[in-house]
């Protein structure tokens, strides 16, 4: 790793102890976790199918629950933070779902070819990977022919956009086409993120030889911090975007 991802993931590792400061209340929302709507109006037919589903990123692994609630008949879960590996795979083995989870730091992992039906990943997953050409390869090396590449992620524009409550306002430090800014919410600690258009992670997942099924954006953020209401929810900018593609 380059001393950017390492100093990122030493952020991640400790931004990740959050999942056993609070296991028991992200346990309880586990219990009753589900995915968005918008999720479950693309995943929804695949799911049904009984998929066997890997989870790049997976950080505290709730959604891995929800996949498992909504069909999958597993999930396997990576991330490159063993904290955040050993707190979710506790909360599975409680919750006694099918859910197994390794430490792996991508675009590599130690999965075999074609063992996906379908590869879940987003919700501020992206934005922490610097060669989204290797990622988006490995992603379709880990389909099985006719699998699915499922993203749920913030907008390439979120980086730009202040929270100000009264009115949309670009921030004067960054810019869409940047290369990487410094996170200055969470995790922080100095962590780096990598920012990437909107055309670039399409055309990675294109390159890697996939066919692009649905591509849609959304006003709704994935994320609200507690305290913030920012005029750039408010329904009239993207906050998120939702991609699906398939391995012919």
Same mark, same amino acid.
């Given at each position: 790793?380059?001393? @950017?991802?390492?100093?990122?993931?030493?952020?991640?590792?400790? %931004?990740?102890?959050? =999942?056993?400061? +609070?296991?028991?209340?992200?346990?309880?929302?586990?219990?009753?976790?589900?995915?968005?709507? /918008?999720?479950?109006?693309?995943?929804?037919? @695949?799911?049904?199918?009984?998929?066997?589903?890997?989870?790049?990123?997976?950080? =505290?692994? @709730?959604?891995?629950?929800?996949? /498992?609630?909504?069909?999958?008949?597993?999930?396997?879960?990576?991330?490159?933070?063993? $904290?955040?590996?050993?707190?979710?795979?506790?909360? %599975?083995?409680?919750?006694?779902?099918?859910?197994?989870?390794?430490?792996?730091?991508?675009?590599?992992?130690?999965?075999?070819?074609?063992?996906?039906?379908?590869?879940? $990943?987003?919700?501020?997953?992206?934005?922490?990977?610097?060669?989204?050409?290797?990622?988006?390869?490995?992603?379709?090396?880990?389909?099985?022919?006719?699998?699915?590449? #499922?993203?749920?992620?913030?907008?390439?524009?979120?980086?730009? #956009?202040?929270?100000?409550?009264? +009115?949309?306002?670009?921030?004067?430090?960054?810019?869409? #086409?940047?290369?990487?800014?410094?996170?200055?919410? #969470?995790?922080?600690?100095?962590? /780096?993120?990598?920012?990437?258009?909107?055309?670039? $992670?399409?055309?990675?997942?294109?390159?890697?030889?996939?066919?692009?099924?649905?591509?849609?954006?959304?006003?709704?953020?994935?994320?609200?911090?507690?305290?913030?209401?920012?005029?750039?929810?408010?329904?009239?900018?993207?906050?998120?975007?939702?991609?699906?593609?398939?391995?012919?």
């Amino acid at each position: 790793m380059t001393d @950017i991802d390492q100093r990122t993931r030493q952020a991640w590792e400790q %931004a990740s102890t959050k =999942h056993v400061r +609070e296991y028991d209340e992200l346990l309880a929302e586990a219990r009753t976790a589900d995915l968005f709507p /918008v999720e479950r109006e693309l995943l929804d037919p @695949i799911l049904r199918t009984g998929p066997r589903v890997v989870h790049p990123q997976s950080g =505290h692994g @709730i959604d891995d629950v929800a996949l /498992v609630r909504a069909g999958a008949v597993a999930v396997v879960g990576l991330d490159y933070s063993t $904290t955040a590996v050993g707190a979710a795979q506790r909360r %599975a083995d409680e919750l006694g779902v099918p859910c197994r989870y390794l430490v792996a730091v991508l675009p590599s992992t130690p999965l075999a070819d074609g063992c996906a039906d379908l590869v879940y $990943t987003g919700k501020g997953a992206l934005n922490w990977l610097g060669d989204l050409t290797a990622w988006a390869r490995e992603m379709a090396r880990l389909l099985r022919p006719g699998g699915h590449l #499922f993203v749920h992620e913030a907008h390439p524009l979120v980086p730009v #956009f202040s929270w100000d409550a009264d +009115e949309p306002r670009v921030r004067a430090d960054r810019g869409y #086409f940047a290369e990487k800014h410094v996170n200055d919410t #969470f995790p922080g600690h100095g962590a /780096v993120e990598r920012q990437h258009t909107l055309a670039q $992670t399409v055309m990675a997942v294109l390159d890697a030889g996939l066919e692009l099924v649905d591509l849609r954006e959304h006003p709704e953020p994935f994320w609200r911090p507690d305290g913030v209401d920012a005029a750039v929810w408010d329904g009239r900018l993207p906050n998120t975007y939702s991609l699906l593609a398939r391995r012919s």
